[in-house]
Protein backbone atom coordinates (compact mmCIF):
# COMPACT_ATOMS: atom_id res chain seq x y z
CA UNK A 1 0.00 0.00 0.00
CA UNK A 2 2.97 2.45 1.00
CA UNK A 3 4.88 1.60 -2.29
CA UNK A 4 1.75 2.99 -4.29
CA UNK A 5 0.62 5.45 -2.43
CA UNK A 6 4.53 6.70 -3.12
CA UNK A 7 4.21 6.03 -6.37
CA UNK A 8 0.91 8.41 -6.90
CA UNK A 9 3.24 11.16 -5.15
CA UNK A 10 6.18 10.39 -7.30
CA UNK A 11 4.26 10.43 -10.73
CA UNK A 12 3.18 14.27 -9.88
CA UNK A 13 6.90 15.00 -9.22
CA UNK A 14 8.45 13.24 -12.05
CA UNK A 15 5.88 14.63 -14.61
CA UNK A 16 6.31 17.91 -13.67
CA UNK A 17 10.23 17.41 -13.45
CA UNK A 18 10.35 15.33 -16.73
CA UNK A 19 8.33 17.95 -18.39
CA UNK A 20 10.24 20.55 -17.54
CA UNK A 21 13.42 18.60 -18.76
CA UNK A 22 12.12 17.80 -22.16
CA UNK A 23 10.32 21.68 -22.63
CA UNK A 24 13.98 23.50 -21.83
CA UNK A 25 16.17 20.68 -23.79
CA UNK A 26 13.31 20.10 -26.73
CA UNK A 27 14.66 16.21 -25.66
CA UNK A 28 11.71 13.98 -27.62
CA UNK A 29 12.60 10.36 -26.29
CA UNK A 30 15.32 9.81 -29.14
CA UNK A 31 17.72 7.89 -28.49
CA UNK A 32 21.85 9.53 -28.09
CA UNK A 33 23.16 12.24 -25.35
CA UNK A 34 20.18 13.59 -24.68
CA UNK A 35 18.40 10.63 -23.72
CA UNK A 36 20.78 9.29 -21.45
CA UNK A 37 20.53 13.12 -20.06
CA UNK A 38 17.41 12.95 -19.31
CA UNK A 39 18.16 9.42 -17.31
CA UNK A 40 19.94 10.57 -14.99
CA UNK A 41 18.34 14.00 -14.59
CA UNK A 42 15.51 11.43 -13.51
CA UNK A 43 17.35 9.13 -11.61
CA UNK A 44 18.70 12.43 -9.66
CA UNK A 45 15.34 13.80 -9.03
CA UNK A 46 14.12 10.57 -7.46
CA UNK A 47 17.44 10.13 -5.34
CA UNK A 48 16.94 14.36 -4.06
CA UNK A 49 13.19 13.36 -3.48
CA UNK A 50 14.14 10.04 -1.15
CA UNK A 51 17.17 11.09 0.15
CA UNK A 52 15.64 14.47 1.03
CA UNK A 53 12.62 12.60 2.69
CA UNK A 54 14.19 9.70 4.65
CA UNK A 55 17.08 11.97 6.11
CA UNK A 56 17.40 13.86 9.23
CA UNK A 57 13.46 12.93 10.77
CA UNK A 58 11.92 14.07 7.81
CA UNK A 59 8.85 12.03 6.20
CA UNK A 60 6.92 12.17 2.73
CA UNK A 61 3.46 12.09 2.97
CA UNK A 62 2.55 8.79 2.34
CA UNK A 63 5.29 7.72 5.41
CA UNK A 64 3.07 10.18 7.11
CA UNK A 65 -0.44 9.28 6.12
CA UNK A 66 0.69 5.38 7.02
CA UNK A 67 2.57 5.94 10.18
CA UNK A 68 5.95 5.10 9.42
CA UNK A 69 9.32 6.46 9.39
CA UNK A 70 12.77 5.54 8.24
CA UNK A 71 15.27 4.91 11.21
CA UNK A 72 19.02 3.89 11.84
CA UNK A 73 19.22 0.32 13.21
CA UNK A 74 19.48 2.13 16.46
CA UNK A 75 16.39 4.00 16.21
CA UNK A 76 18.43 7.66 15.74
CA UNK A 77 17.32 9.52 11.94
CA UNK A 78 19.24 8.58 9.25
CA UNK A 79 21.57 10.55 7.81
CA UNK A 80 22.02 12.00 4.15
CA UNK A 81 24.30 9.83 3.87
CA UNK A 82 22.84 6.69 5.15
CA UNK A 83 19.78 7.46 3.09
CA UNK A 84 21.68 8.13 0.05
CA UNK A 85 23.37 4.69 0.59
CA UNK A 86 19.19 3.21 0.93
CA UNK A 87 18.69 4.82 -2.40
CA UNK A 88 21.53 3.50 -4.13
CA UNK A 89 21.12 -0.09 -3.01
CA UNK A 90 17.91 -0.15 -3.97
CA UNK A 91 18.07 1.58 -7.13
CA UNK A 92 21.17 -0.46 -7.62
CA UNK A 93 19.50 -3.81 -6.90
CA UNK A 94 16.22 -2.68 -9.35
CA UNK A 95 18.89 -1.33 -12.34
CA UNK A 96 20.78 -4.84 -11.84
CA UNK A 97 17.48 -6.64 -12.14
CA UNK A 98 16.51 -5.27 -15.11
CA UNK A 99 19.38 -5.40 -17.01
CA UNK A 100 19.59 -9.17 -15.98
CA UNK A 101 16.02 -9.57 -17.38
CA UNK A 102 17.02 -7.75 -20.68
CA UNK A 103 20.50 -8.74 -21.30
CA UNK A 104 20.06 -12.64 -20.06
CA UNK A 105 17.00 -13.79 -20.05
CA UNK A 106 13.20 -12.17 -19.05
CA UNK A 107 12.91 -14.51 -16.41
CA UNK A 108 15.68 -12.44 -14.62
CA UNK A 109 13.00 -10.25 -14.08
CA UNK A 110 11.49 -12.10 -11.21
CA UNK A 111 15.10 -10.87 -9.47
CA UNK A 112 13.21 -7.81 -8.59
CA UNK A 113 11.13 -9.85 -5.96
CA UNK A 114 14.39 -10.50 -3.99
CA UNK A 115 14.74 -6.83 -1.92
CA UNK A 116 10.76 -7.80 -0.68
CA UNK A 117 11.04 -11.26 -0.88
CA UNK A 118 14.37 -10.76 2.14
CA UNK A 119 11.82 -10.15 4.67
CA UNK A 120 10.71 -13.29 4.72
CA UNK A 121 14.16 -14.94 6.02
CA UNK A 122 15.29 -11.69 8.17
CA UNK A 123 14.81 -11.41 11.67
CA UNK A 124 14.10 -7.94 11.88
CA UNK A 125 11.68 -8.17 8.63
CA UNK A 126 13.77 -5.54 6.72
CA UNK A 127 14.23 -5.57 3.09
CA UNK A 128 17.43 -6.18 1.43
CA UNK A 129 18.14 -2.31 0.42
CA UNK A 130 17.44 -1.86 4.56
CA UNK A 131 20.52 -4.42 5.52
CA UNK A 132 22.57 -3.28 3.40
CA UNK A 133 22.36 0.36 4.36
CA UNK A 134 21.89 -0.63 8.18
CA UNK A 135 18.38 1.07 8.03
CA UNK A 136 14.56 0.33 8.86
CA UNK A 137 11.20 1.48 8.58
CA UNK A 138 9.70 1.95 11.51
CA UNK A 139 5.91 2.88 12.86
CA UNK A 140 5.26 5.71 14.69
CA UNK A 141 2.27 6.94 16.24
CA UNK A 142 0.75 10.44 14.39
CA UNK A 143 1.45 13.40 15.55
CA UNK A 144 -1.52 15.57 16.51
CA UNK A 145 -2.45 18.24 14.54
CA UNK A 146 -1.86 21.82 16.15
CA UNK A 147 -5.23 23.88 16.79
CA UNK A 148 -4.61 27.91 17.10
CA UNK A 149 -6.93 29.22 20.12
CA UNK A 150 -10.39 30.17 19.54
CA UNK A 151 -11.21 33.75 18.45
CA UNK A 152 -6.86 33.92 17.97
Known amino acids: ?3 AYEGIVLFGV ?17 PGALRTAFQLFTLAVLAAYF ?5 DGRRS ?6 GLALQARDGA ?3 KARAAARFAAAAGLAIGALAA ?6 AMYALLVVPFAW ?3 DRDRRALYDVLAGTRLACVPP ?5 SPVGA
Not at 15 to 28: C, E, G, K, M, V
Not at 51 to 55: E, L, N, P, R
Not at 61 to 66: A, E, R, S, W, Y
Open 119 to 121: TLV
Open 101 to 106: GYFLHG
Open 143 to 147: TPARR
Open 51 to 55: VGFWS
Open 1 to 3: MGM
Open 61 to 66: LPMKTL
Open 77 to 79: PVS
Open 14 to 30: LWFADYAFSALTQFRGH
